[in-house]
């Protein structure tokens, strides 16, 4: 009975075909298990995998079909206008079919370098042009699928839109919005970058399809540039290094000329430390060198570290650019690729000084949330321009929401990589203390002479005996009490430029009343403050100040210059270099800067501290100066909100702070009626009072006879 039951069934033609269907059913579905899950999500792995079982390939069309079913929740996209561009190629049989021959046999794993140029059509707003294409990319994945990335070329006399050459890449390669924005924030930090865009591309009258544009390598992508006609643009890829010339070629340029690149090449490869340091920003911009290297940390990018180097030899400036290309962003997961330097900047940032000063450019961008913000509202942006023409593409082997997920997640990897940086590197110069802008933003409030002890008992009481106000803060947060003497010799130059612009720089040593052992007595610092448009960082806020500290090591370097100079002698001869630039960086010369006059003051601060770091610090200053027989003082209440706090922090804590600080000072208000307002700088509040007493003083400082004392030698600790 079984048997004839087996008979019956073997031969039913519907059940043999159901069965069938059962089977493939089943095997798509163990195949989008393998794919989207666990290891297979990883790109590299389903290649390896599919490399290994090559029969597994000739149904990845059907699994590509039947994967994007899930697309039907998206209908509503299919009935909405496209915003972006919309173009077609025509290409006939015969010459379409030639680009098809040339394509390596392999389904992926295989490098293509047999491309073939075919005549076209290319159609745009209406205007027909006479162009040659060719597939483009030299890996499968930009042609191993119906939909394909193509480059198309010009004739020189009919450019599209000044454009000889114009790259359709499928918009998953450059990980949809990605490449775009990574374009954008490349002209933000000064750099060039290639125009980019998107747009719907129709060939041989199939489907649209959306595909990221941007302009291909080509002498008139220079012009644009208002680069010298004699500019040459130099490009690698696959084999081409650091090592020698080869793999380099010359991608746009009137001329086969690469000996400024050999030179190059030679000075990396075989130049002494000395005479590397000492030539490279001759031949490389140095703030081009800078910020290309900063472009790639803030995506976590080791895309441009042995291939996909851009870079073009400006003949007006004698140097060479570098220029981003194909950047992408690496997950902070995958790998941490800070401090992860190709070739070229391995070499450069083995100098701490050029480290310190890539860093420091790098901090700026970080320590600005507002630069966070920008990134992402164009990020955003981006995706919203092309997501209708995305969500109706057919020709893509992709879901509508694997692309959205990309997008969330690179969102976010976007955010990680800015904070990472962030942190990193404010905890860097936590450690160092130096050479770092940090933001200051602090409320000045002046009082009568002798009124100081009233404050100081008051604050002790309120906020060091009494903890309630501070225990409603949070559990995290300590009040403690300090008591110090300082001594500030103020700098500027003979026009008394720092004066005038609200800015201070000086020389501290300090020493601490109620702790004799403290580490930090007789400590030695310079300080450079700044306000309103000179500040570096935190433009937007006219209550904050800038304040950039550098070491003090009296040695001698060599340079007769700065060991004689009164200000530049005091600083470590490491910092040194970075401190004249800071100067130059305002538009003064550090080699003018002499002694004006010295403040002593004493010091009295209760500080709440969050996590044991200080948070909000309130000081009751009185302050003394004697310059030619005059003498003047003051006392001042200064309530500043932590300068490393302060630029660590986001904007929500940033507003807490303010908030506290805004709730502290009304308090003092209705407690002290003779509280009042005051904007003046310590540096300049001074100054006025002794101008007051000594007639002539500010001619007499331009002529160089009226000087502060220079500060006298501390033992170093």
Do not use: C
């Amino acid at each position: 009975m079984i048997k004839n039951y087996y008979f019956r069934i073997v031969k039913n033609r519907k059940f043999k075909a159901g069965l069938s269907i059962l089977f493939v059913v089943l095997f798509i579905g163990a195949l989008m298990i393998f794919f989207l899950a666990g290891k297979f999500r990883n790109i590299e792995t389903r290649a390896q995998f599919l490399l290994k079982h090559p029969g597994v390939t000739k149904i990845l069309p059907l699994y590509w079909k039947i994967r994007k079913t899930t697309d039907i929740t998206y209908l509503s996209y299919f009935f909405k206008k496209d915003e972006i561009p919309n173009y077609e190629l025509v290409i006939a049989e015969n010459d379409l079919q030639k680009m098809n021959d040339s394509l390596p046999d392999a389904f992926m794993n295989v490098i293509y370098t047999d491309n073939v140029f075919v005549p076209a059509e290319f159609r745009a707003d209406g205007k027909i042009y006479k162009v040659r294409v060719r597939y483009r990319g030299k890996n499968a994945v930009h042609w191993n699928a119906p939909k394909k990335s193509y480059l198309v070329k010009f004739d020189k006399d009919n450019l599209f839109n000044g454009m000889s050459e114009l790259n359709f890449i499928i918009p998953d390669d450059r990980l949809f919005a990605v490449e775009h924005f990574n374009n954008y924030r490349a002209l933000k930090l000064g750099l060039k970058a290639p125009p980019s865009g998107f747009a719907n591309l129709k060939v041989n009258g199939q489907k649209d399809a959306l595909y990221f544009t941007i302009e291909g390598w080509s002498k008139e992508m220079l012009e644009k540039w208002n680069l010298p006609k004699d500019a040459e643009l130099y490009g690698n890829d696959y084999g081409g290094s650091w090592g020698d010339i080869a793999g380099w070629q010359l991608l746009a340029s009137n001329s086969k000329d690469f000996s400024k690149l050999e030179e190059l090449i030679s000075l990396l490869n075989q130049g002494t430390d000395e005479e590397f340091d000492a030539r490279i920003f001759d031949i490389v911009d140095k703030d081009n060198f800078y910020a290309w290297q900063i472009h790639q940390e803030l995506a976590n990018s080791s895309h441009e570290g042995t291939d996909n180097l851009r870079l073009y030899f400006d003949p007006s400036k004698n140097k060479f650019f570098f220029i981003p290309w194909d950047v992408e962003i690496e997950p902070l997961a995958s790998r941490d690729n800070f401090g992860n330097y190709e070739t070229i900047a391995k070499r450069v940032f083995a100098n701490p000084a050029f480290l310190q000063e890539k860093n420091r450019r790098l901090y700026n961008y970080v320590a600005d949330e507002k630069n966070l913000e920008d990134d992402l509202a164009f990020y955003d942006r981006a995706y919203e321009s092309f997501k209708v023409s995305l969500y109706k593409d057919r020709l893509k082997i992709y879901t509508n929401r694997f692309a959205d997920e990309s997008y969330a997640a690179n969102r976010q990897q976007l955010i990680d990589i800015f904070h990472r940086l962030r942190d990193r590197l404010a905890a860097e110069s936590s450690a160092r203390g130096f050479d770092t802008v940090r933001i200051e933003d602090d409320f000045n409030l002046a009082y009568p002479l002798g009124k100081s002890d009233e404050l100081v008992s008051y604050f002790k009481g309120r906020y060091i005996d009494d903890r309630g106000f501070v225990k409603e803060l949070g559990q995290n947060f300590t009040s403690t009490y300090g008591d110090e003497d300082f001594i500030d010799t103020y700098f500027d130059t003979p026009q008394l430029d720092l004066y005038q612009r609200q800015a201070g720089l000086r020389y501290r040593v300090r020493t601490n009343r109620l702790d004799p052992e403290d580490d930090k007595i007789g400590r030695e610092l310079i300080q450079l403050k700044l306000s309103g448009t000179d500040k570096f960082q935190d433009q937007d806020n006219a209550g904050s100040r800038n304040e950039i500290k550098f070491d003090v090591k009296r040695s001698v370097s060599g340079n007769i210059a700065d060991d004689r100079n009164p200000v530049i002698s005091l600083i470590a001869p490491d910092m040194r270099e970075e401190f004249k630039a800071r100067v130059r960086e305002l538009g003064l010369n550090p080699y003018a800067l002499r002694p004006i006059l010295t403040i002593e003051q004493r010091r009295r601060r209760v500080y709440l501290n969050r996590d044991g770091d200080t948070f909000i610090s309130f000081s009751m200053d009185d302050a003394s100066s004697q310059l030619w027989g005059a003498d003047s003082s003051f006392s001042q209440m200064e309530v500043e909100l932590n300068e490393l706090a302060y630029t660590a922090a986001d904007a929500r804590l940033k507003e807490r702070m303010q908030k506290i600080r805004e709730e502290m000072i009304a308090d003092l208000r209705e407690h002290f009626q003779y509280l009042q307002d005051d904007t003046t700088i310590k540096y300049t509040k001074m100054f006025d009072l002794l101008d007051v007493r000594l007639p002539w003083m500010k001619f007499l400082i331009r002529i160089g006879i009226l000087r502060g004392k220079q500060p006298p030698l501390q033992s170093q600790k």
